[in-house]
């Protein structure tokens, strides 16, 4: 029961800073892409990358900060459903090249800031 509380609080901090994040970005920066939920999705592949790297390479994380950090931070944080609505808004509204960009480059620079994230940790 106590690992659900964990991710809980994780995922309910994680939320919060999505949120707050993606309001941010939306209101100074303007794009044809969702660019809120790609910026926290990116920041959260980064992170997850850290935090597998850090416990992999230091064992810094017990297993119950490990689990609030990557389930329950990292989850709420980053949203693949948000992600798949926007995309759908996208081809519903004809914007078929933003559409594309956007799926594109949110695989792509997500996979490559994960990587990032461990290569950061394994070198320093």
């Known amino acids: 029961m106590i690992k659900i509380l964990i991710i809980g ?3 309910f ?3 919060i ?3 707050l994040s993606e309001e941010l970005i939306n ?3 303007s794009s044809q892409i969702p660019l809120g939920t790609f910026v926290v999705n990116i920041l959260g592949s980064f992170l997850i990358g850290i935090i597998y790297a850090l416990s992999e390479k230091n ?3 017990s297993s119950e900060l490990k689990l609030f950090l ?3 931070f990292c989850g709420g944080f980053t949203t693949f459903s948000s992600f798949a609505y926007e995309n759908l808004n996208l081809l519903k509204t004809g914007q078929y090249f933003s559409f594309f960009l956007y ?6 620079i997500g996979l490559l800031a994960v990587f990032s994230g461990i290569y950061l940790i394994k070198n320093i």
């Open 17 to 19: 800073s999505r949120y």
């Open 27 to 29: 209101k100074l920066f």
């Open 13 to 15: 901090l994680g939320t």
């Open 103 to 108: 799926i594109s480059i949110s695989v792509i």
């Open 70 to 72: 990557t389930v329950g």
């Open 59 to 61: 064992n810094l994380f």
């Open 9 to 11: 609080l994780g995922g």
